[in-house]
């Protein structure tokens, strides 16, 4: 087959309209099902916009055609080209009327997963064979989500904030943020780490191009095993000079508000696919010693630093559909580059959407003799965190920022059960292929 052909001929399944019938196209993509009533035989293709009924006659189509279409199993891949007929009986109104029907990979059989939009394959089944899992429209939905909350990042952080894109570093030579296990990797004569966090990079970065923002892979090497975990993931960062944690909080309450909006304007199909109604989120600030009161009054436990699953799930419960700021947090519950605020308190803050956490943030500490005394309080070697030190020693603004985990906010945006169904391919604690 001639692909340079193909593709300046083939339509896609979506833009065949009822301008179209009685025209010859043609089409490409997989065999989604097949039906054989002797005399009429029926094929529905897939493509990544939708499905087509390709319907052919005994008497009327090629003989070649009508048995290919018998013998030729699911999700193969095919090129048919024939003319658009208007048809009451057909899915969505029309059918093709093939004319010719050409195979470019035959699948083998059987399939070793349903991939039927009613599949009951449990996760574990369909992430051994996640390529064929992508097959599905409801799993394909998920990724065109996820593609536009990417995309409405980088948008609102490019035109909204005026923010520039960073890359940064994947192999450091030692913890980024503490208390955070870490995989080790060999590097040369020299002992290496995986970056669990851009933290330290951009905050070099905003103190001299004052906002930055990234989308940076993290590595942790934690042994949990939960819904709401990943080993690898994705990340939004954003950090700010000038700022304090109230300043970006301001900025992650508009940037979320503007991705959900996008997602909502972009994924109608999608959403529906998925059945979910997505709504604009309101925003809530409560202070950690308020969320404390009410936990109190509620019966719910929490942690003196920390808050735990059943208080995110409460407060979610409390105040339904909104972004739950959760600041001056105890300052021993926080990294040792947040500001602290007297002794006891720090500003620091998390994010909580939908009964989760999706964002940790607050203003870092720019004075290096102070960022020193943190590090030995948290059990860390200033020494090994020389060069960052180094790095306010020479004209320092204060800044503050946060990060989002990508595949936590599509998860809570779409409610998923799962964290694992928000990434193509997972890596957890049992998991290194496919």
């Known amino acids: 087959m001639d692909l340079v052909k193909l593709n300046k001929e083939r339509k896609y399944i979506e833009t065949i309209t009822p301008k179209d019938d009685g025209k010859k196209v043609t089409i490409a993509g997989w065999i989604y099902d097949s039906r054989d009533l002797s005399k009429i035989r029926f094929i529905v293709l897939r493509d990544i916009t939708g499905k087509m009924q390709v319907t052919a006659f005994k008497d009327k189509t090629s003989k070649e055609i009508f048995e290919a279409m018998a013998k030729t199993p699911r999700e193969s891949v095919v090129i048919i080209k024939g003319t658009v007929k208007k048809s009451d009986k057909a899915p969505d109104g029309r059918e093709l009327i093939p004319e010719s029907f050409e195979i470019l990979a035959e699948a083998e059989q059987p399939i070793p997963i349903d991939v039927s939009d009613f599949s009951k394959t449990e996760l574990p089944k369909r992430l051994d064979y996640r390529f064929l899992d992508l097959h599905r429209k409801k799993i394909q939905a998920i990724f065109k989500v996820q593609s536009t909350i990417l995309q409405s990042y980088r948008e609102f952080m490019t035109k909204e904030e005026k923010a520039i894109e960073a890359m940064f570093p994947s192999i450091i030579s030692s913890s980024s943020e503490g208390g955070t296990e870490l995989f080790p990797a060999q590097y040369f004569e020299k002992k290496a780490f995986l970056s669990q966090s851009c933290q330290l990079y951009k905050q070099m970065l905003a103190c001299s191009m004052e906002k930055v923002f990234a989308v940076f892979t993290v590595w942790r090497a934690e042994k949990h095993n939960t819904v709401r975990h990943l080993n690898e993931s994705r990340q939004f960062d954003f950090e700010m000079a000038f700022a304090d944690e109230f ?71 409390l105040y339904p559909n909104t972004i739950i700021f959760v600041h001056d947090w105890p300052l021993a519950g926080k990294p040792f580059y947040i500001m602290p605020k007297g ?42 965190f020389e060069h960052y030190i180094d790095s306010f020693r020479y004209g320092a603004p204060p800044h503050a920022g946060w990060g989002i985990g990508l595949e936590r906010l599509t998860m809570l945006i779409l409610n998923l059960k799962n964290i694992r169904e928000a990434v193509l391919f997972p890596r957890d604690r049992d998991r290194l292929t496919p």
């Open 343 to 384: 002794k006891e308190l720090s500003a620091g803050f998390d994010a909580i959407y939908n009964g989760m956490e999706i964002s940790s943030g607050g203003q870092r500490i720019h004075l290096p003799e102070l960022l020193a005394e943190r590090l030995k309080i948290k059990g860390l070697n200033p020494k090994d």
């Open 247 to 317: 300043v970006v909080m301001d900025v992650l309450a508009r940037c979320v508000q503007f991705i959900i909006k996008k997602v909502m304007e972009e994924n109608k199909n999608e959403l529906e696919t998925l059945e979910v109604k997505l709504k604009i989120p309101s925003i809530k600030y409560l202070t950690f010693a308020q969320v404390t009161e009410i936990m109190k009054k509620e019966k719910v436990h929490i942690g003196k630093t920390d808050l735990s699953g059943e208080v995110e799930e409460k407060l979610n419960e």
